[in-house]
């Protein structure tokens, strides 16, 4: 049964919908992510640096508008992800049911860092995610401290270094929780033959540079000449 993944932030044209992408990206078909503020800039895009970051990695930013959280987007939801504890607290006022499915990405992701599941190649990964509030929560008591990192600092209208060390944070938390929603065992390659834009770097694969070689037989991901192509993972 497909999953569906809610992400919050404040003004829903930063954070979240950056989460959201780098999430989509990094699950198969069976999820569905969204994303959220709970006090959106209704109809407003992606702020311009954060589009910019996005578009570098190859990742699609122009069609998001901003649109405001409701009772309804976190009813609907299997797992809530929020870019602090304010916005955690606030989905759990609006919905109380989804305490046990609502965390920060930052909680989320040291929780998931701290275990290592084995994998069950026939699930999918919107089976993964109707099982992470059962793991996380096991895990919450011993792993989350008083020094760990729960909230991603808001880089709206900051500079641009604010924006790229939101984009760093949430891409590394990101790829915390994918470790486990959309673990390597369960992965295949899929070469994508869509051009990205013309002088932008090819999306960096795990473990490699930008324009690397994922299969680890060297070479490059970019083709001779004209735009360039990538390789994601599926």
Do not use: K
């Not at 044209?13 to 994303?35: F, G, K, M, Q």
């Not at 959280?69 to 609907?76: G, H, N």
């Not at 084995?118 to 989350?144: C, F, G, N």
């Not at 694969?205 to 001779?224: C, E, L, M, N, Q």
Request: glycine letters at 6%.
């Amino acid at each position: 049964m497909p999953s569906q993944v809610l992400t919050v932030c404040t003004g829903n044209v930063c954070r979240s919908p950056t989460a959201e992408r780098l999430l989509s990206i990094r699950s198969d078909t069976s999820v569905t992510v969204s994303s959220a503020g709970t006090h959106a800039l209704e109809g407003a895009p992606l702020d311009e640096p954060m589009a910019r970051l996005l578009t570098v990695r190859g990742l699609e930013a122009s069609t998001h508008t901003g649109r405001q959280l409701t009772a309804a987007m976190i009813e609907q939801a299997d797992l809530v992800l929020t870019m602090s504890r304010a916005q955690r607290a606030a989905v759990v006022t609006l919905v109380p049911q989804a305490v046990r499915r609502t965390y920060t990405l930052l909680e989320l992701a040291a929780l998931l860092s701290a275990i290592d599941l084995p994998v069950d190649p026939d699930e999918s990964d919107a089976d993964r995610i109707a099982r992470l509030p059962e793991i996380a929560s096991a895990q919450r008591v011993r792993t989350i401290t008083p020094r760990t990192p729960l909230d991603i600092p808001d880089p709206h209208g900051r500079s641009e270094r604010a924006y790229r060390q939101a984009f760093t944070t949430i891409d590394t938390a990101v790829a915390a929780v994918a470790r486990v929603v959309h673990p390597p065992a369960a992965r295949r390659l899929e070469w994508s033959p869509t051009l990205t834009e013309r002088g932008a770097r090819t999306p960096p694969f795990p473990g490699g540079g930008d324009g690397a070689d994922p299969t680890g037989r060297g070479g490059s991901s970019s083709p001779r000449h004209g735009g360039r192509r990538s390789w994601r993972l599926r």
